[in-house]
């Protein structure tokens, strides 16, 4: 796990010293991806720079350092990540007749032969693992950029004056002198939306995300200075294809999924423990961690090590859950008890870690978890993934209901009906509902719902935290972006609940699960790997049928299915609670004065981003318990907080 970036200058009387100063701040700025050692490389002949942070996980030694070239020097790599099946490639070399030394037995060295042997296109769609890539051939004077099929790894590219600059991070962009921070009006509206920056926008004008499964084939006689780089996106793998052949080869006899699937899964395990440094996992007490930690179990040779953290707050609690797990796995377990204090006082935190805006709460405890662990071991599995493959969302099951029962009313009575509903506060819902403390909130989606036309409409409606988030940003527009477009159907005659999976992985996976991982865990120097999230469990999922994934009003029951071989069912058959942490609560008392400080109509008027008044009128709404509107309000100081330290 690294942290990588670029510099590509078209200035026609480029200061090569100036670069190499700047290629090695944008390696500084990221210097917690990889504090093991760090190194630059220049190209003699062409006004590129590279340069590379590094994590060292596979062959310690300096024969894995990048920048890498390969032994003809036509090559040069720079990468973040993971190859799990590199000694599978390794050994097709070997069998091919490919039988020149190797300088260490690190991944990259294997990719990058790769890269000469096969060619680029080849080498892409045979490598699996989590990456971000940047491979320059000075032959053909071409620069691939590269992510990983389901997003894991982040990749940024854009304009800073004269130079294309690409990174992991946007701290890197920040740090290049001609770097202009204008704020993306198109990406600032989406994430009052959907509380992160979908790809492939960023939150700054004339910088890109690429999205998961694509890459960029920039051609440097032919690229101009500040030319839009979006329209030389180009996939190689994508979900859609991927569904579709699934689909072509359904599974009808599922009398041998429970085996076909723990084999699977165990083998996607098995390829995540290879590590040259201490090697643990994250344990929630939840299906999805609790079935890797068991399949890690039974494969290790010695304990493996299992973390959890729990608040003191018994309702936001379940560090009880994961030491039953524990105990009965027989893992070395480690626990950490926190008060609201230590979850309060990452807060003002989160604008360092997330550089971009991102509004996800259970990035507090995801960075607490990370921070623990990283105490002892420098890699951690986790269980990211199931919620998506397997139906484990209350929208996948809620969702179809919801849709169902809103036909059932006539339609001339759905925004009649809706209106009353709203006209109800949440707080005095949720006195109908004192045991579902979330029920007023439900019921308010409840309403959201019926106002939609469509199922993709619905599903829009359930994963935005603003219906309509141009409400409060001024000259805020949505752009349609193809690639988390949630009325891109699928024409497979898959059901809404699928169709919201499908939606899921598109966007809400690489956007949101990913990012909070990936930024918490490289915080602390810690490389996290999700088992679930391989492309061979992505595959073999969508050849199921529904009831494989929801049954009986329960979803991941093919996940549960093997937990059950290994954990006794009362253990973790309890409701979910996820990573939650009392939003609401925080910003009515501990971190009222916090937010009155971001909330400054004065510092919102200057800014011109924001409208104050839409803003204001909420905030004193729930200040005096009129209105529960803690998923809108973070989103709003979440980019306050940011814009101080980044804008």
């Avoid at 780089?229 to 689909?247: D, N, T």
């Avoid at 009353?420 to 506060?425: A, E, G, K, S, V």
């Avoid at 992985?505 to 490389?527: C, F, N, P, W």
């Amino acid at each position: 796990m690294c942290g990588i970036a670029g510099i590509y200058s078209f200035d026609p009387r480029p200061d090569r010293a100036h670069i190499a100063q700047e290629i090695r701040n944008m390696c500084d700025a990221i210097a917690l991806r990889g504090p093991d050692s760090d190194g630059q490389w220049m190209d003699s002949e062409t006004p590129l720079a590279l340069g590379h942070r590094r994590l060292a996980i596979l062959d310690l030694s300096p024969a894995g350092a990048q920048p890498m070239a390969s032994p003809c020097g036509r090559y040069h790599i720079v990468y973040n990540g993971e190859i799990y099946n590199f000694q599978e490639i390794k050994n097709d070399f070997a069998a091919q007749g490919h039988d020149e030394p190797y300088k260490g037995h690190s991944d990259t060295e294997i990719i990058l032969r790769a890269f000469v042997h096969w060619g680029v296109q080849k080498t892409i769609k045979r490598i699996n693992g989590m990456f971000a890539i940047a491979l320059w051939d000075r032959k053909a004077q071409a620069l691939y950029l590269v992510r990983d099929r389901m997003g894991k790894k982040p990749l940024y590219v854009g304009w800073s004056g004269s130079n294309l600059i690409f990174a992991s991070e946007l701290k890197s962009f920040c740090t290049h002198s001609d770097f202009k921070r204008d704020i993306n009006k198109s990406a600032l509206t989406a994430f009052m939306r959907f509380s992160y920056v979908p790809a492939p926008l960023s939150i700054y004008n004339d910088v890109w995300q690429l999205p998961a499964g694509t890459m960029m084939a920039l051609d440097m006689q032919m690229l101009r200075s500040g030319q839009n780089l979006l329209p030389l996106v180009e996939p190689y793998w994508s979900h859609k294809s991927a569904l579709q052949k699934a689909q072509e080869n359904k599974i009808e006899d599922t009398s041998n999924i429970t085996d076909e699937f723990e084999e699977l899964l165990s083998q996607c395990v098995s390829d995540r423990m290879i590590s040259d440094v201490p090697l643990g996992a994250f344990l929630s007490g939840g299906i999805d961690s609790s079935t890797i930690v068991a399949l890690m179990q039974k494969q290790a040779t010695t304990p493996v090590k299992t973390y959890t953290i729990g608040f003191k707050e018994q309702e936001y609690n379940e560090a009880s859950q994961a030491r039953e797990i524990a105990q009965h796995l027989k893992t070395d377990h480690h626990e950490i008890l926190l008060g609201a204090k230590d979850a309060l006082d990452i807060v003002p935190k989160l604008a360092e870690i997330y550089d971009e805006p991102f509004a996800d709460a259970s990035a507090i405890p995801t960075y607490l978890v990370s921070r623990f662990a990283r105490k002892s071991v420098t890699v951690a599995l986790s269980g990211d993934g199931g919620d998506e493959m397997l139906g484990g969302y209350n929208r996948h099951i809620s969702g179809p209901k919801v849709w169902d029962m809103g036909q059932g009313i006539p339609t001339n009575l759905h925004k009649p009906f809706a209106k009353f509903i709203r006209n109800i506060p949440p707080h005095i819902w949720s006195k109908f509902r004192p045991s579902h403390p979330q029920f007023g909130a439900h019921m308010h989606k409840f309403a959201d719902a019926l106002c939609a036309g469509t199922p993709s409409d619905l599903y829009l409606s359930l994963v935005s935290k603003w219906q309509k988030p141009k409400e409060c940003v001024i000259d805020g527009y949505e752009e349609i972006i193809p690639l988390v477009d949630p009325n891109s159907q699928i024409e497979s005659g898959i059901g809404f609940a699928e169709h919201m999976m499908y939606w899921d992985v598109l966007s809400y996976l690489s956007g949101d699960i990913l990012t909070k991982v990936d930024r918490a865990s490289m915080a602390v120097s810690l490389e996290a790997r999700a088992p679930l999230l391989d492309t061979r469990i992505y595959d073999y999922v969508w050849r199921l049928p529904l009831e494989a994934k929801i049954k009986d009003g329960q979803g991941k029951w093919l996940l549960r299915q093997v937990l059950q071989r290994h954990v006794p069912q009362e253990l973790f058959d309890r409701p979910k609670q996820g990573f939650s942490v009392p939003i609401d609560k925080w910003l009515r008392e501990e971190l009222k004065d916090w937010a009155e400080d971001l909330l400054d109509e004065r510092e919102l008027k200057a800014a011109g981003l924001l409208d104050y008044r839409v803003i204001t009128k909420m905030w004193q709404e729930h200040k005096k318990g009129r209105g529960n509107h803690a998923e809108r309000l973070w989103c709003v100081l979440m980019f306050q907080s940011w814009y101080r330290r980044w804008g």
